[in-house]
């Protein structure tokens, strides 16, 4: 799923194509896509767009007159662009990727939302005015700009895992599997230790490594792509950079351990043993009962839901 440091790489190409342009056709292709129809997605076309947004995980494109498109990928939904598109209706069924499941077409190009896979969870929200719109916020706290004390009262509201908590869109804004990962090892915690147990000390490092970690990344990713706007490919959670997440049994940059995993349901967790758990192997079995109320079956549970 595309997270925080992704979304900003999209934004940032889609500001730089479309804020100021004009909507000329606007065309759903995959049936579970769109979510809402009031307003119907023909009231968008031949409005300007005046903002791109994140809101938690998802994109929010702003239409003049305060309607909004709200795209949440999920784990597979990507978005594709294409200068210079025809400013007409787009092409017949026959000329569509099968990958395809909506299409936008403005009056400089055309921006696409593709999802691989046959289970389609990415979804599009049609909605007009500010309180609509507020609706899809998930309420988390936004890491780059929180304070240590606002982060620590939220991870404190509830009793769970770190992982759980730093990737609860309700409690965090925009942190998924991936980073969510990396942060844990950037700041030297267990995945599975419990918020209720954290002391100051731990919290503050915990802050640091999630603001330096995801700052690195989006510095990271916008410098690499430039204005380039990025392929479906390109939009990825497993890095060749990255310390722990998607790396299990290669060595830990840190310490040079081999990184180790949780595996439940749909979802993992990769973690180093050294520099997070004091050489603790965590194994899959002896946690599910722990796990049980705090690592949801359902991956769109874990990743923030579908609506």
């Known amino acids: 799923m595309p997270e925080l440091p992704d979304i900003e790489l999209y934004l940032a190409g889609l500001r730089r194509r479309i804020v100021g342009r004009t909507l000329t056709r606007a065309l759903v292709i995959g049936p579970a896509l769109l979510r809402t129809v009031d307003p119907p997605l023909d009231a968008f076309e031949n409005r300007r767009v005046t903002d791109v947004r994140r809101l938690g995980k998802r994109i929010v494109i702003a239409f003049e007159g305060e309607f909004f498109l709200v795209i949440h990928l999920m784990i597979a939904g990507r978005l594709r662009w294409e200068d210079g598109a025809a400013i007409r209706r787009p092409a017949r069924p ?27 969870r990415a979804t ?38 770190l992982k759980r908590s730093l990737t609860d869109p309700a409690t965090v804004s ?22 209720g147990r954290l002391d100051d000390e731990s919290i503050a490092r915990l802050h640091a490594a999630m603001v330096a970690v995801l700052r690195e990344w989006t510095d990271r990713l916008q410098a690499q792509f430039g204005e380039r706007f990025p392929g479906a490919g390109e939009v990825t959670a497993f890095r060749p950079e990255m310390a722990v997440h998607g790396r299990f049994g290669k060595l830990c940059p840190a310490c040079g351990t081999a990184v180790k995993r949780i595996v439940r349901a749909e979802n993992e967790v990769n973690y180093c043993p050294r520099c997070q758990t004091g050489g603790r192997v965590l194994a899959d079995r002896s946690l599910s009962r722990l796990l049980k109320g705090d690592w949801p079956d359902r991956i769109e549970d874990w990743e923030g839901g579908v609506d």
């Open 94 to 120: 026959g000329g569509r990727s099968r990958l395809e499941q909506a299409r936008f077409a403005f009056d400089n190009g055309r921006l696409s939302i593709t999802e691989a896979g046959t289970r389609k």
């Open 124 to 161: 599009l929200h049609a909605v007009a005015g500010t309180a609509a719109l507020a609706a899809h916020d998930p309420g988390g706290i936004e890491p780059l700009e929180c304070s240590v004390e606002a982060f620590a009262q939220a991870l404190r509201a509830t009793n769970r895992t």
């Open 174 to 195: 925009g942190i998924g599997n991936a980073y969510s990962d990396e942060i844990l090892h950037r700041a030297r915690l267990s995945p599975i230790a419990l918020t």
